[in-house]
């Protein structure tokens, strides 16, 4: 059985860093491209990022880029965000996902049940 | 990386259809065969129930059926049931130039 658990979340400061991490178990994890969705309070599902099955090949939204990293380790089966100058608009349950296929197509098939990351003085 | 444009809101009584559209550009939702649509339940993961435009994971009913036109995605319930009742989200890839991955803003489904 699929199972993702995201792990890392937490209340920060702003201008802090984060790192969220991702634990996959019950599939071969290099199989498969990886992202991670935030759903902020009150708001919709948002991409934040993705990454192909072996991490050559990354993505960010807009709302993230340079702040942002995305990475993989095939060898632990786990996926990772480094999360640096948080802003209070970052506040949000982090999901990680698995993509249908190796390169990133934005079709999620498994989802964790998601960290909260809270970005508050 | 504007939003896909979803209907706030549907509604429809049980045993009737409901139809979400979902609007992009010529550069996500018409450009690439890569729209999936989700279900989201409260406190629950968003569960896939759509992808590639129209086809439907295994387990998913066939209640469930997914269209595109032009930049238009649709998603279609049909012999709605009250556990049908959630937030209902389009995505697309939105290219191979720049990797990004796009949602449409979220659909609240009511079964009256």
């Known amino acids: 059985e699929v199972h993702l658990l995201e792990s890392g979340g937490g209340l920060v400061q702003p201008g802090r860093s984060l790192r969220l991490s991702c634990a996959a178990s019950?599939?071969?994890?290099?199989?498969?491209?990886m992202h991670w969705v935030r759903q902020g309070p009150g708001k919709g599902l948002e991409w934040v990022s993705g990454?192909?099955?072996?991490?050559?090949?990354?993505a960010y939204a807009d709302s993230v880029k340079g702040r942002f990293t995305i990475s993989r380790d095939n060898a632990r089966d786990s996926l990772s965000l480094q999360m640096t100058s948080l802003r209070a608009e970052d506040t949000a349950l982090y999901f990680c996902?698995?993509?249908?296929?190796?390169?990133?197509?934005?079709?999620?098939?498994?989802w964790g049940q998601g960290t909260l990351v809270t970005v508050s003085s | 990386q504007p939003a896909l444009t979803q209907p706030r809101s549907v509604s429809g009584s049980p045993g009737q259809s409901v139809t979400i559209s979902c609007t992009g550009t010529?550069?996500?939702?018409?450009?690439?065969?890569?729209v999936s649509w989700y279900q989201h339940h409260p406190d629950k993961a968003p569960k896939l129930i759509i992808y590639?435009?129209?086809k439907r994971p295994s387990g998913v009913p066939d209640r469930f059926s997914g269209s595109k036109s032009g930049n238009t995605a649709s998603l279609t319930i049909s012999g709605l049931q009250a556990d049908d009742e959630a937030d209902y989200y389009c995505?697309?890839?939105?290219?191979?130039?720049?990797?990004?991955?796009?949602f449409g803003g979220g659909t609240k489904l009511t079964v009256l």
């Open positions: 590639d435009v129209s």
């Open positions: 990454i192909n099955w072996g991490g050559s090949t990354v």
């Open positions: 010529r550069s996500d939702v018409g450009a690439y065969d890569y």
């Open positions: 019950g599939f071969v994890f290099d199989d498969y491209a």
């Open positions: 995505c697309s890839t939105g290219g191979a130039y720049d990797l990004s991955v796009v």
């Open positions: 996902t698995r993509d249908l296929r190796t390169e990133v197509t934005g079709e999620l098939d498994y």
